[in-house]
C-alpha cells in the first residue's frame, strides 16, 4: 500500500537544532518521501492509529530519542523499530535516568548511525548531527571571534545571567551560528549549542543547574567541561576545541549516504 521511506526528526518547530537534523535537507533521495514530525508520530500510536506505521521504511533521525523505559519518545521509537525496516540516521540518547541500548540489537534495524559515541553498542555506529551538513558551517568556521562569553540557551533551560549575552535556541540557525562565530567561549545548556559551537572550532561548555547531566552530553565523542552560576565566568579552557571536527562529521554523513542509497 505504502510506496513512500518515511523521514522523521525528534522536532522542527522553535528548534532551530532540531529543524536542521534531517537528513532531507542536504541529500536527494531517489524514491518517494514522507516527512513525518516524529512528535505526530508519537500522538498517532498513542491514540492507536498503528496501521500507517508498520510494515514500512523508516529513516528516524536525528534528535535524542532513547530515553528512560515507559517514556513516550522511547515507547515509540521501540514501536516503529519492532514493526518496520528501519535506518537510524544521527539518532541519540536523551535521558536525565537509566536507560538500554538493548534495542539496538534489533534485527529491524538494516542501517544504525548514532550520535552518542559509546561502546555499549559499538563506536563504529558513530554518526554525528547530519546539520553539519548546512553550508553557513564552511562560511564561518574561521571567522575572528569580537567578544569573549557568550551563552547559548535552550528555551526550557535558561541561564538566566543577562550581564552575559545570550541567544536562545529558538532563532534561526543563521542567527544562532553567527552569535558563536562573534564568541571565543561558549557555555551551552542545549545539545546543539554544544555541537554547533564544536563544529566552529570554539571553547565550549555545558551549562547545568543541577548535578543530573543528561546522557547526551555524557556520550558526546569529544568531552566538555561542565559549569554551574558559581564557576560560569572564570571558566576557561580550550580542551573543546578541535580543528578537523567539521570535516569529519561531513565525511561521515556523506559515507553513511551513500549506504542508505545502496540499502533503499
Not at 127 to 154: A, M, Q, Y
Not at 211 to 235: A, D, E, R
Amino acid at each position: 500500500m505504502y510506496k513512500s521511506v518515511i523521514f522523521t526528526n525528534a522536532s522542527y518547530i522553535g528548534n532551530a537544532g532540531d529543524f536542521w537534523a534531517s537528513p532531507l535537507h542536504y541529500y536527494s533521495f531517489p524514491f518517494r518521501v514522507e516527512h513525518l514530525h516524529y512528535m505526530d508520530i508519537v500522538r498517532d500510536i498513542e491514540k492507536g492509529k498503528l496501521e500507517k506505521y508498520k510494515n514500512r521504511k523508516i529513516v528516524i533521525g536525528g534528535g535524542g530519542m532513547l530515553n528512560q523505559d515507559g517514556n513516550r519518545l522511547n515507547k515509540t521509537l521501540k514501536f516503529l523499530i519492532k514493526n518496520n525496516l528501519v535506518i537510524l540516521w544521527g539518532m541519540g540518547s536523551n535521558s536525565l535516568g537509566e536507560y538500554s541500548w538493548n534495542i539496538m540489537d534489533h534485527p529491524n534495524i538494516v542501517l544504525k548511525g548514532i550520535r552518542d559515541y559509546v561502546k555499549e553498542i559499538d563506536e563504529a555506529y558513530y554518526l554525528p548531527c547530519v546539520s553539519c551538513k548546512h553550508e553557513l558551517f564552511k562560511r564561518i568556521t574561521d571567522n575572528e571571534p569580537k567578544e569573549d562569553l557568550g551563552l547559548l540557551e535552550h528555551s526550557y533551560y535558561r541561564i538566566n545571567l543577562p550581564e552575559i549575552p545570550s541567544i536562545v535556541h529558538d532563532k534561526s540557525i543563521s542567527e544562532f551560528l553567527d552569535f558563536i562565530s562573534k564568541h571565543k567561549r561558549l557555555v551551552s545548556s542545549t545539545y546543539h549549542g554544544i555541537y554547533w559551537s564544536q563544529l566552529l572550532k570554539k571553547e565550549v561548555a555545558y551549562y547545568s543547574g543541577s548535578h543530573l547531566i543528561n546522557s547526551k552530553i555524557t556520550n558526546l565523542k569529544y568531552p566538555i567541561h561542565v559549569v554551574t552560576n558559581k564557576n560560569l565566568k572564570n571558566w576557561n579552557s580550550d580542551s573543546s576545541k578541535y580543528d578537523t571536527y567539521l570535516d569529519e562529521c561531513i565525511e561521515l554523513n556523506d559515507k553513511f549516504y551513500e549506504r542508505v542509497l545502496e540499502l533503499f
